[in-house]
């Protein structure tokens, strides 16, 4: 047993348990002990619970608006719930003495189970045990288990059913419930305010034959209920299943019939046979993506309870749906996709499972329309996606995100119109998807299309600025969100200038070799030839904050180095209340240096044309002024503390970002809006600091690099990468890096380790000793792929 | 007696009358019966008054800072300080009953009479007679008169001198203090804390030989004073002179000699001659200067109390010095002068004594050095005027004016860094003082390089987007303060264009008439002829927010119309306490179609190439949206609205902006800032209205046109006006306009009245109907000179 918090621990590395009921910790928990399948994610609540302990099972493509507040995911109607009563005496583990009580979230296959023995006033023990599971194999299906078992002969009342008050973030999202029985198959029928979506829920469950029971069918407005009553003998175990099925009418054109059907397929098929079905699918994945590490428990539970989340949140299912930033554990911001999805979530899958992310891209190709729409809205031309993009790709973040605590005032924050990174994020993925794919025919199919139109949009976004013959991006919001309206961010604009690179490459090279593609994507979006000659000029032209020759660092937009020079420390203690935003317009933050998260230096992780000694520097200056107030900083800072060889420093802001849910060091509620669940960026990001950061792993033009700094706790690790098609697994010692090319591969692939070029054949390995050189290769990852200093 | 205000009244429409002692008043009083002669500003305060009635005498040039706060104008130890105790009882309006009281302010002379008659509680009753005037025929020197007069015999205390407990508005600015007598004379002598400028203060007090009186001297730290004893006999007059002097290192090498001297010399000259030398100079001032109106005394007494303060505002002995934008009367707004200056206190002078409106733009010439640093400093080329400037044309205004009062914080206004009107509003006014004087030489040895660097400024600061091949302004500030980090704003645009093409004009004309002047103009601010190419091409590009055409509205701004359109009164209710700062950066009204004050409107005032039917529409609908939350405001819309003949809303605005200080209706403070005192601005403004409004007057490249909407109330109205060096009477009635040609005129001046044009011959007279036609004649008035539509 190996304790990862006060009240987390493991037993094997592949579960994590808890023994607690805190109830300060219910609305965390319910998030850590999340199922889902990237359909759906239903949170880690007891059976007995309702919205009171944010109890929730959110359907992905269900964004709707409640109220007419913010648009979002729905919650759909909990089938899971099951209350009990012994000897008359409600059961509740507030009010019941407790006298053993473990939940465990079984991280290989995606199970949540509970194990609770609580005291009667009568004395009676009485055991709960449930366990459920969202199944990989059918998306739709949630199968649950529940026994109980009493110490002495006792009557017993369950009333199980769905039930309808679950937890909603922003106003109530459903109405028109229509509740009933059929065919021993429960249903609830409901429809979306704003647009209607119709969201089924239909449950069947399986009593025992052989204990005899009154039976009472007992319904609400929006819930259904069966209820038992039967007695049971001391020592008797009371077990019944509930398969429980979930469809959208965005899912399938009659969600009810189909939800009635899986639930009565799956009936058939027993328990334990859709959990087989379901493990297998969860088997293959971990084969992939699993990261194991040898003599550190603890962070090998943290590591893939974060691969773990970062998989659930991902519709891996579809090409038209995003990864949430919170996944699908609950509401906050809206259920959808940020940048995260591209720089955090996504790399973890392209290097492991590069059709998902392909999918992920594709999802952003099928929201092109919103992204120009957007453009347009905001008098810009091309794609400028959106900020917080849903399923159409129309922007969903809303104008005024926070609020002002003192004055009770919204904020009008400019996340949805001045932080343009996004479109390059997205651009730049593409182009590293085909990088680490040599999938080309997806660049023609897909991607040319986002990225011309990014370029595009960069270019319609950008100002000259005649006097300096130079190209600018002005008013803008980098990754570090404390400082709106800023000119020439540092990331945004080595960023945007690879992507006008990138753009011209891929015009090029399909001019050269895929004109009549090329001519009728031009033709479609209507691009002219001039507007490549636009792009290389303005590639040539625009401005990047420069590093300065003494100090090396890089101004992370034009004037920060003239704000005060403070600490993340020091500006708390300016607060007037602790829920203050410290951002814009007048936060604590706003007129000094200290930033939210890494902005210079995600740049760094993205781009690794910088020389070690500059983002050393960097790396120095700007960690003492960050406040890490973004789950997404962490893991920035770990992937180039390892890269500069600043092992414990990595070490430390990996262990930070693994364990900021398991922890929950991240603050629910920041300028009066809740911005709780897991932080599903962390997650995917987990994945790139072992291999971006301790195996210090690069995509050259023509293969792989490694720098490893393993951390010195560690004996080794092992992971798998998928480069253009072929698989390996790669171990990392202190002293060798061992690359084996697996059974399957059809081609060899050049490994750079130490300056030297390795080629591994197919089925075959290589033992390299990394440590003989500590000189640094470079190369851009990115557009040109040849050699810069 | 015709009544003004609730308090104030006039006898003569040359003199303002107050009766009361109403301490809520004090404040304003001590601003609305201020005398002074643009060297100093000494208060509408009792003799017996200190700090606690705001007692001040504000010296020009002697920016200072004190205890690190503000730079402002020092106010300077108090040499007309008169108490008097009668029977040992000390007197005062605030503790004795009072019988009379009258405090009179003679507007002709600039002179300050009190008369109160007190009871003491003895039941003795005394009269208190004082009169004094700040010399504008020796700047330096501040005459007073004292007498008292009681109806019983009794025993008289008086005690007068130097009083160092004089208002400050932001830290004590004097320190150093030494206080003596010598020669009869008493001296506080003292230095700045900021610089070390000795600020000295002399006076002589001529006591009657007739009466015989115990003497002491009595002195403080800061203060000296004399005290006499003496009992006078019923119905006896006590009278005595006092002849003060203020010096300061920044006028003369010695100071204090100076005052002495000043003093001495002065004293020799009788209190009644002093008074002469003072009235003298302001006869000729007002024989150029004065409107006056038929039939409407009220109004013609409150324009005079505005041309009045305008003067006594204005340092018209210096080209070192500004107006400042509270003139004399506080030290808010530090003194110093906003754009204000060129755009509303300087036309008066145009056109009434050209030299003094010249001075004004030596300033800004001798000023261009503060410009220029700070353009460099904010990452421009040329000349980037300060926003408040005081004598070296360094940036005076702080970051941080405002304060949010809700929270405590200070607000990070950009009145200094993002207001950039200010410098085209300079060039604009150098090249419409050339067109009303034909004053090339003057553009020649100032204005010229004043002009240029400005364009050169505004080429720096403009963005070019590429793909919509245009200049743009970015992140500004128009007039209207409450919407900052704004876009093209139309006033701003406007008046750039007109200032390039001015630059231009120079160009090309000193290149062809003064080409070894342009060059030693060139070769000393290393101005290069491809400078004049990149203005041509930002001329013909800059992008001018159009015209719409279907409503005839001009965007105030980027986006402006897409903000709520809301009222004034609605944003006033959402106030969460009435100190609020309603504008940057999350005041009520940034995110509203609400604005402060004129902003395109203003631009009509200055640019006269806009259809009558443009005006209109735009004046009605930005007026519904303006809160004249300043000054600046009403008098603007008092001439458009004259100007598209609404005649009733122009009286308004007119009475509007006449009594914004006699009615007191500007809040003192605002965003926790002081900003009392005398609006100059609109004080300079109330002659244009007049001219520019009523008369219609507009200046054409070869001459002068009137279009007159002559309120109805009135039965004529007369001005005089310079031009080309040509003096003219204009009266205008009903019917008629009549231009007198004055005597001394050497050449005839062409003037348009309803599109026909007269030539009005040295000496003689013309009279329009001028009802004939209601057409329009459009002409530039800055730039270019031909007609445009």
Redesign the interface.
């Known amino acids: 047993m190996y304790q990862l918090t006060d009240s987390i621990y493991t037993t094997n590395s592949w579960n994590i348990k808890n023994k607690k009921v805190d109830k300060d910790q219910i609305i965390n928990n319910g998030s850590i002990f999340l199922i889902g399948n990237g359909y759906m994610g239903y949170r880690g609540t007891l059976a007995e619970w309702n919205f009171d302990q944010y109890v929730g099972c959110f359907i992905t493509d269900t964004y709707d608006k409640a109220d007419n507040k913010w648009k979002e995911l729905c919650n759909a109607p909990n089938p899971l719930y099951t209350k009990l009563k012994i000897g008359g005496e409600s059961l509740s583990v507030f009010n019941n003495e407790i006298r053993e009580h473990n939940v465990q979230l079984d991280l290989r296959h995606g199970v949540f189970k509970r194990s609770t023995v609580l005291k009667t006033k009568d004395n009676i023990e009485v055991q709960i045990e449930s366990e459920r599971f969202a199944s990989l194999a059918n998306l739709h299906l949630l199968p649950m288990k529940y026994s109980i078992f009493a110490d002495k002969a006792c009557n017993v009342k369950i009333k199980t059913g769905i039930d309808g008050r679950v937890w909603d973030l922003h106003g109530k999202h459903l109405e028109k419930y229509k509740t009933f029985e059929e065919d021993g198959l429960l249903s609830v029928q409901t429809f979306t305010k704003e647009k209607g979506i119709e969201l089924d829920v239909v449950t069947k469950r399986i009593f025992p034959e052989d204990i005899k029971f009154n039976y009472t069918l007992n319904k609400t407005h929006n819930s259904i209920y069966e209820v038992l009553e039967f007695n049971i003998k001391k020592g008797e175990k009371f077990t019944f299943y509930n398969i429980a099925s979930i469809y959208s009418s965005n899912d399938v054109e009659k969600p009810l019939k189909n939800a009635r059907v899986n639930c009565e397929e799956s009936y058939v098929t027993s328990y334990i046979n859709l959990k087989k079905e379901n493990n297998k699918l969860w088997d293959e994945l971990w084969k992939d993506i699993d990261i194991k590490i040898q003599n550190d428990p603890i962070n090998q539970t943290a590591l893939r309870f974060n691969l773990y989340q970062n998989i659930i949140a991902t519709p891996m299912h579809s090409q038209k749906l995003p990864i949430g930033a919170r996944g699908l554990s609950c509401q906050a911001y809206q259920g959808a996709a940020f940048w995260d999805q591209e720089i955090f979530n996504l790399p973890m899958y392209l290097f492991t499972r590069p059709e998902i992310a392909k999918n992920l891209l594709i999802y952003r190709f099928n929201t092109l329309g919103g992204a120009k729409d957007k453009a347009i809205k905001l008098?810009y031309?091309g794609a400028f996606y959106a900020w917080i993009s849903g399923k159409t790709g129309q922007e969903l973040c809303p104008s005024y995100f926070f609020k002002?605590v003192?004055?009770?005032?919204e904020?009008?924050n400019h996340f949805n119109d001045w932080q343009i990174h996004v479109s390059p994020d997205i651009a730049y993925t593409v182009w590293y998807y085909y990088k680490v794919t040599g999938d080309f025919k997806f660049i023609i199919d897909y991607g040319a299309e986002i990225i011309f139109e990014v370029a595009r949009f960069l270019?319609?976004h950008?100002?000259?600025?005649?006097?300096k013959g130079r190209?600018?991006f002005?008013?803008l919001l980098g990754p570090d969100e404390y400082h709106e309206?800023i000119d020439n961010n540092a990331y945004t604009n080595y960023l945007s200038k690879s992507v006008l690179e990138i753009a011209i490459k891929i015009y090029y090279k399909m001019n050269r070799e895929n004109k009549k593609k090329l001519e009728r994507i031009m033709d479609r979006i209507d691009l002219k030839e001039k507007e490549i000659i636009?792009w290389e000029k303005?590639k040539e032209n625009l401005y990047l904050p420069e590093i300065n020759n003494k100090n090396k660092l890089i101004e992370q937009f034009?004037g920060y180095f003239d704000y005060e020079d403070t600490t993340p420390h020091i500006l708390k203690k300016r607060l007037?209340d602790p829920d203050e935003y410290w951002g814009?317009?007048?936060g604590v933050a706003v007129?000094t240096q200290v930033i939210k998260q890494a902005d210079v230096i995600q740049l760094f992780c993205i781009n690794n044309a910088f020389d070690r000694s500059v983002m050393e520097k960097n790396y120095e200056y700007y960690e003492a002024r960050t406040q890490h107030g973004s789950s997404l900083s962490p893991s920035a800072y770990a992937i180039i503390a390892a890269k500069v060889g600043l092992k414990g420093e990595a070490f430390d802001f990996f262990k930070d970002s693994l364990f900021i849910d398991l922890d929950n060091k991240n603050k629910s509620i920041s300028g009066g809006t809740f911005i709780g669940g897991i932080h599903t960026a962390a997650c995917g990001a987990a994945w790139q600091i072992v291999v971006k950061g301790f195996a210090g792993m690069e995509i050259l033009s023509g293969g792989i690099l490694f720098k490893p700094h393993i951390p010195k706790r560690w004996e080794s690790f092992t992971f798998k990468i998928k480069y253009m098609d072929q698989k390996f697994r790669v171990q990392i010692n202190h002293k060798n890096i061992i690359i084996n090319s697996l059974k399957n591969n059809d081609h060899f692939v050049y490994f750079t380790i130490s300056d030297q070029r390795y080629k591994v054949n197919t089925g075959s390995s290589k033992i390299i000793d990394y440590r003989k050189d500590e000189r640094q290769v470079k190369e851009w990852s990115n557009a040109d792929g040849g050699k810069k200093q």
Do not use: A, C, T, V
């Open positions: 008098g031309e002002d003192l004055s009770g005032r904020i009008h270019y319609s950008s100002y000259y600025k005649m006097d190209f600018e002005i008013r309206n636009d303005m034009d007037l814009w317009p007048n007129e």
